[in-house]
């Protein structure tokens, strides 16, 4: 009477025959190589070179220990699980410096002063001033864009979604959004500035209303691929259940497609919007420099924070008044900072709130 059993290999008794290291293991390992990272360093190596010696210390020490105690199974996870660790860590250094330089210059120049000024009368003698002006100017520049780029964008992502299916112009459409989005935001200013020679017949327009259609170019293939990825989750049982009872197409996408994706629609708009938030280049070009608020998009320049830092640092070089203004770039880049960072976290919760809820 034969038998199909096979004989374990060595790679499968493994797992069952090594033992396990003690879970301080990588604090020993770490400690003693970031010994050996300062024993280099002592001995005249840049710092730099000292902690690459204490990297290459920890990776060959852990995983050789992890080897001869685990195994090669064990040993290989253990080394993958470093390197992963070590490119989050080189990932995160530049943008956790970039913060920490950030915070530290701009939050003491964060006053309620310099948040209510603007930049007429004496702060133009680089005495006060503040960025009022420019908080303003970037709120209603990309409000204005959204109101502009969302509801297209909606709609395109719907039609391509639920009517566009083996449709020519849809195809089409996929491509232009594809084009739009690797397409330099200097040229979206480009398109708004002769849009509006051609308009107004000005040389060299300087209007809200141009910056916003500028970056309303921009948001739209965002929210056109947001919304569109969100509506293709939404399973076919939800709508083929909803034409089944006789409901209409655009009834089924109104109650129940855009319900069911609201989350991640909110989401993918939100971020698109605190994407455009921070564009400089198209905004130069079209918005020129106000130094007070200007609430009329469709008469005068609009000044906004990126607009504003960028044009400050070129008075950073004033040899009476630089520090001055170098101060004000600082403050200003913050505020833009945490604008953005806001509408992330609002983009977050909005989607945790309005997410689908599960449960038995």
Known sequence: MSTDLKTPTADQLEPLMGGALPRVAPVLVGVCSAALGVLAWLLGVSPVVGVVVAWIAYVVGYTA?????????????????????????????????????????????????????DMSGRALLGVGGGIYHA???????????????????????????????????????????????????????????????????????????????????????????????????????????????GVPRWRTIVKVVLPTAVAGIVTGITLAIARVAGETAPLLLILGTARVANWNPFDGPVQTLPVYIFQSLGQTTHFKYGEIWTDRVWGAALFLIIIVMSLNLVARLVGKAFAPKTGR
Do not use: C, H, Q
């Open 135 to 245: 908080i303003m100017g970037t709120v209603m520049v990309t409000a204005i864009a959204a109101i502009i780029a969302i509801p297209i964008g909606l709609f395109t992502a719907i039609y391509l979604v639920e009517y566009g299916k083996n449709n020519r112009l849809a195809k089409i459409i996929t491509f232009l959004v594809d084009v739009m989005t690797g397409i330099p935001s200097i040229v979206a200013g480009l398109f708004a500035i002769a849009l509006f020679i051609v308009v107004t017949g000005d040389p060299l327009p300087r209007l809200g209303i141009g910056g916003s259609i500028a970056l309303a170019l921009l948001m739209l293939p965002t929210v056109i691929r947001s919304v569109e990825e969100m509506l293709k989750l939404v399973p076919d049982d939800l709508r083929e259940a909803s034409y089944a009872l």
């Open 65 to 117: 220990w992890s080897r001869s105690v685990e195994g090669s199974r064990k040993a290989t996870d253990a080394l993958m699980r470093t390197l992963m660790w070590t490119a989050f860590v080189l990932a995160m250094l530049p943008l956790v410096s970039l913060i920490w330089t950030v915070v530290a210059r701009g939050l003491p120049v964060l006053t309620p002063a310099f948040l209510n000024d």
